[in-house]
């Protein structure tokens, strides 16, 4: 039992390797690398190698194998066929690495050209805001100055008010934090000339807490008109709704311009 063990680990081993010869070396060539590699090798002169013994049992076993013309050739057929399995699996390895550095350099590919079109999409998002921003500037100073030459053609013109019997106010908010100096833009005297081209400011409270005010009109119509129409400062666009619901507005009497015919 422990000889047929010592056989197939002997089968396992490169015997030409071992006695350093070629592997069409003849028996005359075995030999001699025997001897040589015997030896160097002899437990006599390598006492305190403990592998000593070992070594020189393999090789007196590939003396006996490769000199003998029928075992050598069935140790022959035992190696080749060992050598193409090892390469077939070193080839199927470097097929499997191949197919798993395309498969990562894919991944890579693909994780690359996504973070592109996330940059790409999140800048032309910026773009149209930004495109916007400026379109709308535009427009409200275009309908601001129309407002402004209306106003002024019909400055001859006494136009009814519409008075409530409550108090007409708005509130107003608009985008500000705590620690912003400029509360966003806005201060009484802006939000004040803002809405006075619409009517008579009464008053106007700023909150303590930033980004809000309310603001106390003179004339229904024109504080439901404003509410319709003001947007605010162009960066920082004005949120508006009536305080308490829009107030009901107060039977008047009709008055005539002052370039009316009597």
């Keep these: 039992m422990a000889n047929n063990k010592k056989k ?21 060539q075995v030999r001699k690398a025997f001897r040589t590699r015997a030896l160097k090798c002899h437990p006599d002169k390598n006492p305190d190698n403990p592998r000593a013994v070992e070594l020189f049992h393999q090789l007196t076993h590939a003396l006996e194998i490769l000199s003998d013309l029928g075992a050598r050739a069935a140790y022959d057929h035992v190696l080749r066929a060992r050598k193409a399995a ?12 191949k197919v798993k550095e395309d498969l990562e350099a894919r991944e890579k590919a693909a994780e690359k050209c996504e973070q592109r079109e996330k940059k790409t999409a999140k800048t032309n998002l910026k773009q149209e805001i930004e495109r916007l921003r400026e379109e709308g500037s535009r427009i409200l100073e275009e309908e601001q100055r129309y407002m402004r030459e209306q ?3 019909e400055e001859n013109i006494v136009v009814p008010e519409t008075h409530s019997t409550e108090a007409i106010r708005l509130k107003l908010r608009w985008q500000s934090t705590k620690d912003d100096p400029t509360n966003g833009g806005y201060n009484e ?28 009109l003179a004339d229904v119509k024109a504080a ?13 666009p004005l949120k508006i709704s009536w305080l308490s619901g829009q107030p009901v507005v107060a039977p008047s009497n ?9």
Excluded: W
């Design 151 to 153: 106003m002024k053609k």
């Design 224 to 236: 439901d008109l404003a509410k319709s129409v003001e947007l605010g400062l162009p960066k920082n």
């Design 254 to 262: 009709c008055e005539y311009g002052r370039n009316s015919s009597p």
């Design 86 to 97: 090892k390469q077939r699996t070193e080839k199927l390895d470097s097929k499997r690495r």
């Design 8 to 28: 197939d680990e002997i089968m396992k081993l490169d015997l030409y390797k071992l006695l350093e010869i070629p592997e069409d070396a003849n028996e005359k």
């Design 189 to 216: 005297e802006i939000i004040t000339k803002m809405f006075s081209k619409y009517t008579h400011v009464n008053g106007m409270i700023l909150s303590k807490k930033k980004g809000s005010a309310i603001i106390e």
